[in-house]
């Protein structure tokens, strides 16, 4: 077991993709910050800045962005997405593209452009050989942006950022990538893939609690986003409050209109003080490993495997089920028994992380095949 991860013994945590487990060292950081707030109220609140400082580092470091100032911290993905939605000057008859098969976040925001004249169009990589060759062939000389998860939740398909990317700067298409189910599983790039946007929540893949998510904005593009949100929090000479006239800060903080989830921020850092120790690198190495070996153990078992099994198509996703099989008794029979999963993609979605044995793995498999 994972000195991090004491989960429960009649616990099997295969749910990443939807809500992972908090480490210790993030239990012991909100619990160690709600003692002080109640012993202490708001005595130590310039200590809580740098912890802010720190996380913000951390997230520029994960994603490899070219500076700090180009970190928000949002509540979740949705707001973020919505951020570039209706912040972006669009004129009518313009078009988004992005995958069918995306998470309702990813698609109703754009689908919310309908009133501005703006179509979303739909690509369906459900039988398509080349999902990206799919994505590109949908755009036109009026598609505006291509909006695309790093990893699709349902089938885990994992698409070729780096070529999307390139192909939207070689055609002036904007990139904004929904990268929930990427980050904290495999390693990303912002600069290499060419990504104008990212939004993630950090309470899937990075361990760490809802209601605090990571907002990329490249540089040139944070004077292009008309602000709908507006506070204290989010103006340049932040802290000033006696100075009646004000503008945005320069940074991505202008995204962030009020007073910022400081619990949030203390669980985040904490976690992802893990990885870097950790290092993404062996994260990844060691979800490969164990998203492999369920794979086999699934198969030998006689279930048809959903998600890509090629290494450079999967991230943490497994969903999996049998011709004949009733996927709703599954997964309500795998719950009750404490096999956390997911009923997605028309079969079970397992989704273990590298701190996963391979011991539950086999016994998650034996659960079902027993059903």
């Known amino acids: 077991?994972?000195?991090?991860?004491?989960?429960?013994?009649?616990?099997?945590?295969?749910?990443?993709?939807?809500?992972?487990?908090?480490?210790?060292?993030?239990?012991?950081?909100?619990?160690s910050f709600a003692v002080e707030n109640t012993q202490q109220g708001s005595r130590h609140y310039l200590q809580w800045l740098k912890v802010e400082?720190?996380?913000?580092?951390?997230?520029?470091?994960?994603?490899?962005?070219?500076?700090?100032?180009?970190?928000?911290?949002?509540?979740?993905?949705?707001e973020a997405l919505s951020v570039v939605a209706h912040g972006l000057p669009w004129q009518a008859g313009e078009n988004v593209v992005c995958p069918l098969q995306e998470f309702p976040s990813n698609r109703i925001v754009w689908q919310s452009l309908e009133r501005l004249g703006v179509k979303t169009r739909l690509v369906d990589l459900?039988?398509?050989?080349?999902?990206?060759?799919?994505?590109?062939?949908?755009?036109?000389?009026?598609?505006?942006?291509?909006?695309v998860s790093a990893v699709q939740y349902a089938s885990g398909l994992r698409m070729d950022l780096n070529r999307l990317g390139g192909a939207c700067r070689?055609?002036?298409?904007?990139?904004?990538?929904?990268?929930?189910?990427?980050?904290?599983?495999?390693?990303?790039?912002?600069?290499a893939c060419q990504a104008d946007f990212l939004a993630a929540d950090a309470h899937k893949w990075l361990l760490g609690p809802e209601g605090i998510a990571v907002f990329y904005c490249a540089e040139r593009l944070r004077d292009q986003l008309t602000l709908q949100q507006f506070g204290w929090h989010m103006v340049e000479d932040m802290g000033n409050f006696d100075r009646l006239d004000w503008e945005p800060a320069r940074s991505a903080r202008r995204f962030e209109c009020g007073s910022?989830?400081?619990?949030?921020?203390?669980?985040?850092?904490?976690?992802?003080?893990?990885?870097?120790?950790?290092?993404?690198?062996f994260?990844?190495?060691?979800?490969?490993?164990?998203?492999?070996?369920?794979?086999?153990?699934?198969?030998?078992?006689k279930f048809d495997v959903y998600s890509p099994v090629q290494?450079?198509?999967r991230a943490g996703i497994v969903t999996f089920g049998r011709q004949g099989m009733d996927t709703q008794k599954t997964y309500q029979k795998l719950m009750e028994e404490g096999v956390l999963c997911a009923l997605r993609g028309g079969g079970i979605r397992f989704s273990p992380h590298f701190h996963t044995r391979t011991g539950d793995l086999e016994r998650a498999v034996e659960h079902a095949t027993g059903i």
């Open 311 to 313: 290494a450079d198509r």
């Open 283 to 301: 994260v990844a190495d060691a979800l490969s490993r164990n998203v492999e070996y369920l794979i086999d153990l699934l198969r030998a078992s």
């Open 260 to 281: 910022p989830n400081m619990l949030g921020i203390h669980a985040l850092e904490a976690s992802l003080s893990l990885f870097e120790e950790t290092g993404m690198e």
């Open 1 to 31: 077991m994972h000195p991090e991860f004491p989960l429960a013994n009649d616990i099997l945590h295969l749910n990443h993709a939807a809500v992972g487990p908090w480490p210790v060292r993030t239990q012991r950081a909100v619990a």
């Open 53 to 78: 400082k720190r996380l913000r580092e951390r997230l520029q470091r994960l994603i490899h962005a070219p500076s700090v100032d180009d970190i928000g911290l949002l509540k979740n993905t949705s």
């Open 170 to 191: 070689n055609r002036g298409v904007l990139f904004c990538v929904d990268a929930i189910q990427q980050l904290g599983a495999l390693p990303l790039d912002v600069q």
């Open 126 to 147: 459900s039988r398509v050989s080349d999902p990206e060759a799919a994505l590109l062939g949908a755009m036109d000389r009026r598609t505006r942006l291509l909006s």
